[in-house]
């Protein structure tokens, strides 16, 4: 089981950046893939982003595609999720999320990003 914490969080103006970092501990963080998700309250989570364990390969939900990034750093065991350009509808709670054998295992507990208009 890997244990997760996510920072990075806060209050933007529209427009502005944020960089989530989600830090990994507990088991051997290169052989998870890792993604990003958020919810709003009264709504299903959504997926953000993905990256395989390599960092070789990302995904993207459309509405962020050239917005946000992911990436990975396995010598620390942290993934990152730079925000750019961020919209009063990226508001929500974000999740980091290990997985393997195809499947989402472990999650943080997330952090609050607010974008003001």
């Known amino acids: 089981q890997v244990q997760l914490i996510e920072s990075g969080g806060g209050l933007v103006q529209a427009g502005g950046s944020l960089r989530l970092s989600c830090a990994a501990s507990?088991?051997?963080?290169?052989?998870?893939?890792m993604g990003w998700f958020r919810r709003v309250p009264g709504n299903e989570r959504e997926f953000v982003a993905s990256?395989?364990?390599?960092?070789?390969?990302?995904t993207y939900t459309n509405s962020v595609k050239g917005r946000f990034t992911i990436s990975r750093d396995n010598a620390r065991n942290t993934v990152h999720l730079q925000m750019d350009s961020l919209e009063p509808e990226d508001t929500a709670r974000y999740y980091c999320?290990?997985?393997?054998?195809?499947?989402?295992?472990?999650w943080g507990q997330g952090t609050q990003v607010t974008v003001s208009s």
């Open positions: 999320a290990a997985g393997s054998h195809g499947a989402y295992r472990d």
């Open positions: 990256i395989t364990e390599t960092g070789a390969s990302t």
């Open positions: 507990g088991g051997t963080f290169s052989d998870y893939f």
